[in-house]
Every structure is written in C-alpha cells, then in structure tokens.
T-cell receptor, first 115, second 116 residues
Framework: ETGVTQTPRHLVMGMTNKKSLKCEQH?????MYWYKQSAKKPLELMFV???????ENNSVPSRFSPECPNSSHLFLHLHTLQPEDSALYLC??????????????FGDGTRLSIL | AQKITQTQPGMFVQEKEAVTLDCTYD???????LFWYKQPSSGEMIFLIY??????QNATEGRYSLNFQKARKSANLVISASQLGDSAMYFC?????????????FGRGTSLIVHP
C-alpha cells in the first residue's frame, strides 16, 4: 500500500457509542494531522503530531482523543459525540511540521454520522 | 494571525479553456508556503502545487501554475486547457510558523465546474 489510508470510510454511531478512526501512512513522514471538514465550513485543524509528540490541540472538545503510537499510525478515539460532530474527518501527513515548504498528503477521509 | 481568502464560491469554465482561481493571504511571517489542493466529490484531498515565499519564479506543475504576487499577497491558481475531470473543490492553503511548527491554514474553497 502507498500513501495515506484511513479506515473506516464510513461510520454511523450513536451518541453513547465509543469508536476509533484509524490512519496509516506509508510515506516515511514524521508529522500527522487530523482535520474536520463540515459542510459550508473551512477545513478545521484538530491535532498535529510531530515525531509522535502532540504539538497542536486546536481547542478540540475532550470527546475527541488522539493517539499516535508511532510516526506511521494515528488514531482518533471518539466517545459521547454530538450530532454537530457529523463531518468528514481527514488525516494527513507531511515530512515534518518544521518547515513551511512541505505539502500534506491526505487520506480519503472517514465520513462520520452521529445519530 | 494567518488568513486565507478565496472570494469565488463557484466558478464555471468551458472544457479546454483556461481558468483562474483566486486566493489572497495575510501573514506577518517572512517565511511561508502556499499550496493548492483539489478535492473531488469522493472526498480525498489531492496536493496540486506549492510556492515558497522566497521563490522568485512562479511554480508550475503540468497544466497547473501558481501566479504568485508577493506584494499583493495573492497566489492564484491557473488551470490551462480545462478537462471534465477538473470539476472539483479547490482549496488554497498557507503554511506559516506557529510556535515553531508550520501549521497550515485553509481557505473556504472554490467549486469549479467544467462544462463540455
């Protein structure tokens, strides 16, 4: 496999469920990102990990909990979500977050629907 | 604070014509990167082209070119010879320093529809 892979592609869950989104990159990158994309809103950065260390938490509610066990894997653990959390969740990676000149490579996203 | 503005919510272009998608940015940083991404209806975000703030020449990548006007703080994307497969959302983004990390900021996007 190449690139950035996200699973699952679609997820429907109730507000009391606990689920996890998974992201895996095969590009040898050291930085990984979670974004939320809601309809008619700009892409919202949620978390940034650089060399497995969290460097950004963009005021994300605690019902979203990220985990980065190594530079290739990133998880987003979900619990007690709200209907407004329904969105497309995109994972991205880049070589690292220490320079301005590196593009991000994105996965296909997980479309999350909260019932 | 960094800000990206894309003023065109939607654009239409005839197949084989060229189209320009506008992007202006605001930053006080001297070192930054500018990027364009394409997002088809399927959802994946595809990197197209980038321009560094110190690059003097406009970036080109196949049918894509970035018209970089630093003094005006604009970074417009030009797509030459449009194809039906170019129909998608296009996002302009800027990466500039935030406490030592270069955190990208995205614009709201422009929806491009290519007519046959």
């Amino acid at each position: 496999e190449t690139g950035v892979t996200q699973t699952p592609r679609h997820l429907v869950m109730g507000m009391t469920n606990k689920k996890s989104l998974k992201c895996e990159q095969h590009l040898g990158h050291n930085a990984m990102y979670w974004y939320k994309q809601s309809a008619k809103k700009p892409l919202e950065l949620m978390f940034v990990y650089n060399f497995k260390e969290q460097t950004e938490n963009n005021s994300v509610p605690s019902r979203f909990s990220p985990e980065c066990p190594n530079s290739s894997h990133l998880f987003l653990h979900l619990h007690t979500l709200q209907p407004e959390d329904s969105a497309l969740y995109l994972c991205a990676s880049s070589q690292d977050s220490g320079t301005a000149y590196q593009p991000q490579h994105f996965g296909d996203g997980t479309r999350l629907s909260i019932l | 604070a960094q800000k990206i503005t894309q003023t065109q919510p939607g654009m239409f272009v005839q197949e084989k014509e060229a189209v320009t998608l506008d992007c202006t940015y605001d930053t006080s940083d001297q070192s930054y990167g500018l990027f364009w991404y394409k997002q088809p209806s399927s959802g994946e975000m595809i990197f197209l082209i980038y321009q560094g703030s110190y690059d003097e020449q406009n970036a080109t990548e196949g049918r894509y070119s970035l018209n970089f006007q630093k003094a005006r703080k604009s970074a417009n994307l030009v797509i030459s010879a449009s194809q039906l497969g170019d129909s998608a959302m296009y996002f302009c983004a800027m990466s500039s320093a935030s406490g030592g990390s270069y955190i990208p900021t995205f614009g709201r996007g422009t929806s491009l529809i290519v007519h046959p």
